[in-house]
């Protein structure tokens, strides 16, 4: 029991796994099991095992191929690597030890010799072949290596069509379902329009407080169902590439004001101080107005949904040669290093989703992760990029997050001005 080797053991059968694992552990070595051939080598990298056995027919990689892997690292070319499979057949035994391997065992295991047989291989043992045995035994490796290399691509080709078909599908069905629901919509927000300037419904509104609640709530529901639709249509035009901008002058500085002051309610109700000097920002550019009008909305509300109440947001900008860079800082909760990327992601959500809000300017609200999403796309469209800094996520000391926008002041991909643009529905 003075042993104390540690002995990794790489097979995808239970049995094989507790018979060696007991008949190992009795004799006073520390097991490790792993099941796969890539979790073999994430636990040979985390565990630095004494010695590692190796069946040989694994659901992943191959024995064969995991040993060549570990070979390949200065840390195992020295770690006996002992194959314990029921290969039996010719030559078995030589592509093994081409590959790398110590020793060849086979099964069925003989539980009484096992011990020794690894204590052999620790103390520096090792199997040998005849030479020429082993080169023809190396070249068959060798065609066995590629041939499953060629087999994989081909498999992964067949499933990557198979992905971007099921993709487009998707894509599809989003863009139709957004059609599909916004006809009627249409209709419901004209009726309610009628409704609203209806003598009937005006003198109801001026006699009921309760009347033109009802009004007012049906009116921001109705307002609100269409923004969510037209975030599902922008998002899927910029996945499929059919995104188009109607480039032509645009007042950056107008545009960025008109935004500050719609979060004016907002800001007043949730004690938020906005800082924007307005005379920062330029008057004139070429893009996109309303898409850069939506890009910039979006961030903006961002910083508002994840800034606690008395927070600041900082919005300024910063003219170069050729390119504007907007900065939106905020004090809010920041974000986690590993989500910084993937926040740009369509439908990513950082949030638990089973603690969603469904307001979008509350503190902590809700949305269905496409405004950074539509941001990008939009950004990317005009030429530009945005991404994100944060130290991470803390909600108790509240590190805040800084959006970065780099505009062109002159979009790169214009295309002529239309008089109704695709992608505002």
């Given at each position: 029991?003075?042993?104390?080797?540690?002995?990794?053991?790489?097979?995808?059968?239970?049995?094989?796994?507790?018979?060696?694992?007991?008949?190992?552990?009795?004799?006073?070595?520390?097991?490790?099991?792993?099941?796969?051939?890539?979790?073999?080598?994430?636990?040979?990298?985390?565990?630095?095992?004494?010695?590692?056995?190796?069946?040989?027919?694994?659901?992943?990689?191959?024995?064969?191929?995991?040993?060549?892997?570990?070979?390949?690292?200065?840390?195992?070319?020295?770690?006996?690597?002992?194959?314990?499979?029921?290969?039996?057949?010719?030559?078995?035994?030589?592509?093994?030890?081409?590959?790398?391997?110590?020793?060849?065992?086979?099964?069925?295991?003989?539980?009484?010799?096992?011990?020794?047989?690894?204590?052999?291989?620790?103390?520096?043992?090792?199997?040998?072949?005849?030479?020429?045995?082993?080169?023809e035994a190396h070249e068959a490796y060798n065609q066995e290596v590629v041939g499953r290399l060629e087999g994989k691509l081909r498999e992964l080709e067949t499933m990557n069509a198979e992905l971007r078909r099921m993709d487009k599908i998707k894509d599809d069905f989003i863009q139709l379902t957004a059609h599909e629901l916004r006809t009627p919509l249409t209709l419901i927000y004209g009726y309610s329009r009628l409704l609203q300037e209806s003598p009937v419904v005006l003198q109801l509104k001026e006699s009921?407080?309760?009347?033109?609640?009802?009004?007012?709530?049906?009116?921001?529901?109705?307002?609100?169902?269409?923004?969510?639709?037209?975030?599902?249509?922008?998002?899927?035009?910029?996945?499929?590439?059919?995104?188009?901008?109607?480039?032509?002058?645009?007042?950056?500085?107008?545009?960025?004001?008109?935004?500050?002051?719609?979060?004016?309610?907002?800001?007043?109700?949730?004690?938020?101080?906005?800082?924007?000097?307005?005379?920062?920002?330029?008057?004139?550019?070429?893009?996109?107005?309303?898409?850069?009008?939506?890009?910039?909305?979006?961030?903006?509300?961002?910083?508002?949904?994840?800034?606690?109440?008395?927070?600041?947001?900082?919005?300024?900008?910063?003219?170069?040669?050729?390119?504007?860079?907007?900065?939106?800082?905020?004090?809010?909760?920041?974000?986690?290093?590993?989500?910084?990327?993937?926040?740009?992601?369509?439908?990513?959500?950082?949030?638990?989703?089973?603690?969603?809000?469904?307001?979008?300017?509350?503190?902590?609200?809700?949305?269905?992760?496409?405004?950074?999403?539509?941001?990008?796309?939009?950004?990317?469209?005009?030429?530009?990029?945005?991404?994100?800094?944060?130290?991470?996520?803390?909600?108790?000391?509240?590190?805040?997050?800084?959006?970065?926008?780099?505009?062109?002041?002159?979009?790169?991909?214009?295309?002529?001005?239309?008089?109704?643009?695709?992608?505002?529905?």
């Amino acid at each position: 029991m003075a042993n104390k080797a540690t002995i990794l053991y790489i097979e995808d059968d239970p049995g094989s796994q507790t018979l060696v694992s007991r008949a190992l552990s009795f004799a006073g070595y520390h097991v490790i099991i792993a099941s796969r051939g890539l979790e073999g080598l994430d636990q040979a990298n985390a565990q630095q095992p004494d010695l590692i056995l190796m069946d040989i027919n694994l659901p992943d990689l191959s024995g064969r191929e995991v040993t060549t892997r570990l070979r390949s690292d200065e840390r195992f070319r020295a770690t006996p690597i002992v194959a314990l499979t029921a290969l039996s057949q010719a030559g078995e035994r030589e592509k093994a030890l081409a590959a790398g391997a110590t020793g060849y065992l086979t099964k069925p295991i003989d539980i009484d010799l096992l011990p020794d047989q690894v204590e052999r291989y620790l103390q520096g043992a090792r199997d040998t072949a005849d030479t020429g045995a082993l080169m023809e035994a190396h070249e068959a490796y060798n065609q066995e290596v590629v041939g499953r290399l060629e087999g994989k691509l081909r498999e992964l080709e067949t499933m990557n069509a198979e992905l971007r078909r099921m993709d487009k599908i998707k894509d599809d069905f989003i863009q139709l379902t957004a059609h599909e629901l916004r006809t009627p919509l249409t209709l419901i927000y004209g009726y309610s329009r009628l409704l609203q300037e209806s003598p009937v419904v005006l003198q109801l509104k001026e006699s009921s407080a309760e009347m033109q609640s009802f009004i007012v709530g049906l009116v921001d529901s109705i307002e609100r169902m269409s923004r969510v639709i037209n975030e599902i249509l922008t998002v899927s035009r910029i996945a499929t590439g059919r995104i188009q901008l109607a480039v032509g002058p645009a007042n950056l500085r107008e545009i960025v004001s008109d935004i500050v002051a719609s979060y004016h309610d907002v800001t007043r109700q949730r004690n938020l101080l906005v800082s924007f000097d307005a005379d920062q920002w330029p008057t004139l550019i070429q893009a996109d107005g309303d898409l850069l009008r939506l890009a910039i909305q979006n961030v903006l509300g961002n910083a508002v949904k994840y800034t606690p109440d008395g927070g600041v947001i900082n919005i300024f900008a910063r003219s170069g040669v050729g390119n504007i860079l907007i900065t939106v800082q905020d004090t809010g909760i920041g974000i986690n290093k590993t989500d910084q990327a993937r926040i740009f992601d369509r439908f990513f959500s950082a949030d638990d989703i089973q603690l969603h809000s469904t307001s979008k300017t509350a503190f902590g609200g809700g949305g269905l992760g496409l405004g950074l999403a539509i941001c990008r796309g939009i950004v990317e469209a005009h030429g530009g990029k945005i991404w994100v800094e944060s130290e991470g996520r803390d909600e108790e000391h509240m590190p805040g997050s800084t959006f970065y926008i780099d505009l062109p002041l002159q979009a790169r991909t214009a295309s002529p001005r239309r008089a109704a643009v695709e992608t505002r529905g």
